[in-house]
């Protein structure tokens, strides 16, 4: 009998040791190092009374960089059989389909240190058996999957020292399970916005898309079975190595140059099959644009990324800002705004007890007025291209920027959640009701720019893109709740600036919620954090980079501008064409497509 057919003898089901081996002898197209090292693998796919059943499979690489699986024996592990040279197996992750989690298993595999196990099917096969109780099996289910996770971590090759399970898409809905089976281990998830998912999935459904009738019934699934205490990674956080990052430094281990690099250079092929370049295959503009607004704006999705910010690393390094309150602390206040070097709140500020949302709506409603025009997460980055070229193009990264100003008013507002609404309240000096509502004695006092308030109005899961002020600034939050992150200026230099002449200017160049800790050495331990509650006043001094995110619907809220002759203005980048270099590296959203 030759190989070929014994091997067509294996059970009709997927295996699964370092990537999905079906039935096919040959699979295209991986680097040698993504545990196909030439050896004997143990590829677990069932189990019985008398242990996990295993294949030992020989991987070898033919002239074509192929892998050619020859299947040796049939072998059993025994459930009292001690398994040896196992790998330490520091992660589980979880995923939601087609979230890039390929692409970072290719990362991975350039640094010979781990060996990845990608999708192991039998897991998913042994937790539906358990859930449908057609496990005959009479073993506890804790043993089980210890055991088959210790087979998948068994050592190689002598360079190994961690092994990485990347789990299937499906195995979140087993995560309780897993959590109390392994209680020791890391267990994060990858998130990638339902809309690019939703892209993947139709241009090539996999097998499990079957058991759905449709993307929403799949996401709604998802997002109902990720724990709130689930660590929360997204695609960009790959992209950015910010999540290669942080697996090496839970780990103690330093993420070398050379390893980035090797990264680096993974990216730019496809995941998929790395020995061909990426070549983005979405002809039909469709496709994108028909789904697209369906998940831009579901509930459920933005309450989920609220409560799972991409940002949520930084935030959580970042410090505290200083309380007054405005009746105890008025010399304090009076003398931190006079000084302007700190960002700080002022709690019980009375004088804006008589400002209600409900009432404020008569001042706005006939606004027509400068209004900006942002999607939802509005970062000021490009848009990508219908069809991405094959060497990249970015003519044109002037123009196609994410947001606009132009005439808006309040009931485009209303309708369109798109829309983040920035105007000049125009107050009549000659009417009394007008001047009281308004009156404001202690900041009227201060040097404000403008007597007439700027009104903010966005919708919930709004984003401001990180960029700094030319004058210091005042703003009372009148309704709903805004997260904020602040960063000196020192900080905002290290970030980038974009210079004066683009329609850019005042912005940051790195994209705070995907932060490359690779490219920038920066201690957030200096940036300041903040969730601006109803009824209080934030002040921060010009030069200082902010990053706003709207936490509740209909947030309302005023601001002034304090006039200061201290003239700093952070470093720029000095020509166009250093922005284009620096852009389209640190963008690897431009090279990858989809975001």
Not at 197 to 203: D, E, G, N
Not at 488 to 504: A, G
Request: proline share 6%; hydrophobic share 35%; charged share 25%.
């Amino acid at each position: 009998m030759n190989k070929k057919s014994w091997f067509k003898q294996l059970p009709d089901k997927k295996l699964s040791l370092s990537w999905n081996v079906d039935k096919q002898i040959n699979k295209e197209s991986y680097p040698s190092n993504l545990s196909f090292n030439n050896g004997i693998s143990l590829l677990p796919f069932d189990i019985d009374n008398d242990g996990i059943i295993c294949y030992e499979i020989k991987k070898i690489f033919n002239f074509r960089k192929n892998i050619i699986f020859n299947p040796i024996r049939k072998r059993i592990i025994k459930w009292d059989e001690k398994i040896k040279n196992k790998l330490k197996v520091p992660y589980l992750q979880y995923k939601i389909g087609r979230c890039g989690s390929r692409l970072l298993s290719n990362m991975l595999a350039t640094d010979p240190i781990w060996k990845i196990v990608s999708e192991p099917v039998i897991l998913n096969s042994i937790l539906n058996k358990i859930n449908n109780n057609k496990n005959v099996i009479k073993k506890p289910i804790d043993i089980i999957l210890k055991k088959i996770i210790d087979i998948l971590s068994i050592k190689e090759n002598d360079n190994q020292r961690f092994c990485y399970i990347d789990l299937t898409s499906q195995n979140i809905f087993h995560y309780n399970l897993l959590k109390k089976t392994f209680p020791n281990k890391i267990h994060f998830f990858i998130w990638r916005h339902p809309k690019e998912v939703a892209t993947s999935l139709r241009r090539n459904p996999p097998g499990w898309w079957e058991s759905y009738d449709h993307i929403g019934q799949y996401i709604d699934k998802i997002i109902k079975n990720i724990p709130d205490d689930m660590i929360v990674f997204y695609y960009g956080h790959i992209l950015y190595f910010l999540l290669p990052y942080w697996l090496y430094k839970c780990l103690k281990l330093n993420l070398s140059n050379e390893i980035v690099n090797s990264m680096r250079s993974v990216m730019k092929r496809n995941a998929k099959y790395p020995y061909k370049t990426f070549k983005n295959d979405i002809n039909n503009s469709n496709l994108y644009d028909d789904i697209s607004y369906l998940y831009s704006y579901n509930k459920k999705i933005i309450d989920f990324e609220i409560n799972h910010p991409p940002y949520q690393f930084i935030y959580n390094s970042a410090k505290d800002m200083l309380n007054y309150d405005f009746e105890k602390n008025k010399k304090e206040i009076l003398n931190n705004i006079k000084e302007a070097k700190i960002p700080f709140i002022i709690n019980n500020y009375k004088e804006a007890s008589h400002v209600k949302p409900f009432k404020i709506k008569k001042y706005i409603e006939n606004i027509n007025d400068l209004g900006l025009k942002a999607k939802r997460e509005n970062y000021f980055v490009y848009s990508r291209p219908r069809v991405l070229s094959k060497d990249i193009n970015i003519e044109g990264w002037n123009e196609e920027i994410e947001s606009t100003w132009e005439k808006i008013n309040f009931n485009d507002w209303e309708k369109d959640p798109s829309l983040y609404m920035i105007s000049d309240i125009i107050i009549d000096k000659n009417n009394n009701d007008d001047l009281k509502y308004f009156s404001f004695p202690f900041i009227n006092k201060l040097p404000i720019e403008n007597f007439n308030p700027r009104i903010r109005i966005s919708h919930k899961g709004a984003v401001t893109c990180a960029h700094f002020d030319p004058l210091d600034s005042l703003i009372l939050n009148l309704h709903g709740t805004k997260k904020i992150l602040l960063f000196p200026p020192n900080l905002t230099e290290k970030l980038l600036v974009y210079p004066d002449n683009i329609r850019l200017a005042r912005r940051v160049v790195s994209n705070i919620s995907y932060f490359d800790p690779t490219r920038f050495d920066i201690d957030f331990s200096k940036v300041y954090r903040v969730i601006l509650q109803p009824g209080q006043i934030l002040f921060f001094p010009k030069f200082w980079a902010h990053l706003f995110v709207t936490q509740e619907e209909g947030t309302i809220s005023l601001n002034w501008r304090i006039k200061n002759d201290e003239y700093y203005y952070p470093y720029q980048i000095p020509s166009k064409e250093l922005v284009k270099f620096i852009t389209s590296e640190q963008y690897p959203y431009y090279h990858k497509g989809l975001i």
